[in-house]
């Protein structure tokens, strides 16, 4: 998930995508992939959501917005843990997007 804001349309499908890379730059697929999406008013509207997998360490998770929701700023959260327990890395990527 870049960290660029990007704009959309009241009523507009929004995807929110993370792609996930070693350290050789080579895409894998985690344990788990969760997003969370918060309102312009701070409020939590998606809890802690399995994002879908599309290939081999890239996930989307589609927001549907409504014509009636509220124009601003949508915060997001994306946690990727890979492997369990005390050796279990984990990740987190924030950003969001802006209704219109």
Same mark, same amino acid.
């Given at each position: ?8 349309? @009241?009523?507009?499908?929004?995807? /929110? ?9 080579? +895409? %894998?697929?985690?344990?788990? /992939?969760?997003? #969370?999406?918060? @309102? ?5 509207? %998606? ?13 989307? +998770?589609? +927001?549907?917005? #409504? %014509? ?21 890395? @984990?990740? /987190? /990527?924030?950003?969001?997007?802006? @209704?219109?």
């Amino acid at each position: 998930m870049a960290n660029e804001t990007k704009t959309f349309q @009241l009523g507009e499908t929004v995807p /929110i995508w993370c792609h996930v890379q070693d350290w050789d730059d080579v +895409y %894998i697929d985690p344990t788990s /992939i969760k997003v #969370e999406v918060w @309102l312009p008013s701070g409020t939590q509207d %998606i809890s802690s959501t399995d994002m879908t997998k599309s290939a081999t360490g890239k996930y989307v +998770y589609y +927001y549907y917005s #409504e %014509i009636t929701d509220t124009v601003g700023f949508y915060r997001v959260k994306v946690t990727v843990t890979d492997g369990s327990g005390a050796t279990a890395k @984990l990740s /987190i /990527i924030t950003g969001g997007f802006r @209704l219109q």
